[in-house]
């Protein structure tokens, strides 16, 4: 159960899940900058890399306790979770085989004894990178499907209600985040103009 919802929630974020929860937020950020930004940033007043990762573990283990200590929550995601894939479906994608391809995937990624090759030769195989491009095309096809934002609305609602009660600083942690996120862009000279 543990390890489905982990998993999941890991490879759906980017269809469903992600575009509801706080740590959308920070994922987005960690891949806005990441790779150019961490040895330009190094002297400055501290580690801002650092103090990222900080913040955004806070916030992914605040998010964590508030979905274990609230079920309805979880089964709240799953529900979106299915309505997203059928519309994708419906949309004329095939959501559901793509996803068991990356959680095979990410089942090989698990073995221990894998070396740096062989993660790379999973991870760039062309089912994968197929599996990927297809979940891509079917959440821009189903962006801005009405019923979909207000079921993201909803579960984003409850899931920072949530998350206030496991820790009240939580704002203060996503706004501070958000704050570090626009410094890195303007340092990085809009290097992280995919966030828009």
């Known amino acids: 159960m543990k ?3 982990q998993s999941l929630a890991g490879l759906i974020a980017a269809a469903a899940l992600a575009l509801a929860s706080p740590l959308a937020i920070a994922q987005g950020m ?11 940033q190094g002297g400055q007043g501290g580690n801002p890399q650092m103090e990222m990762q900080q913040l ?3 916030l992914a283990e605040t998010q964590q306790q508030a979905i274990e200590n609230n079920p309805q929550l ?11 894939l059928d519309k994708m479906e419906a949309a004329g994608y095939q959501p559901r085989r793509d996803l068991e391809t990356l959680e095979s995937a990410e089942e090989q990624l698990r073995d221990p004894d894998l070396s740096a090759e062989q993660r790379q030769e ?4 062309e089912d994968v990178q197929q599996a990927q491009m297809n979940l891509q095309e079917a959440q821009q096809a189903v962006a801005e499907d009405q019923e979909i934002r207000q079921a993201q609305e909803s579960l984003r609602e409850d899931l920072m209600a949530a998350m206030r009660q496991e820790n009240a600083d939580i704002d203060d942690v996503i706004e501070r985040m958000q ?6 862009q303007q340092q990085q000279g809009g290097q992280g103009g995919m966030m828009r």
Do not use: A, C
């Not at 704050?179 to 890195?184: A, D, E, H, Y």
């Open 179 to 184: 704050q570090m996120q626009q410094q890195m």
């Open 3 to 5: 390890i489905r919802s």
């Open 122 to 125: 999973v991870i760039q195989s």
């Open 56 to 58: 955004q573990q806070t």
């Open 30 to 40: 960690g891949q806005g900058q990441g790779q150019g930004g961490m040895g330009m």
């Open 74 to 84: 979880e089964q709240k995601g799953e529900e979106l979770e299915n309505l997203v």
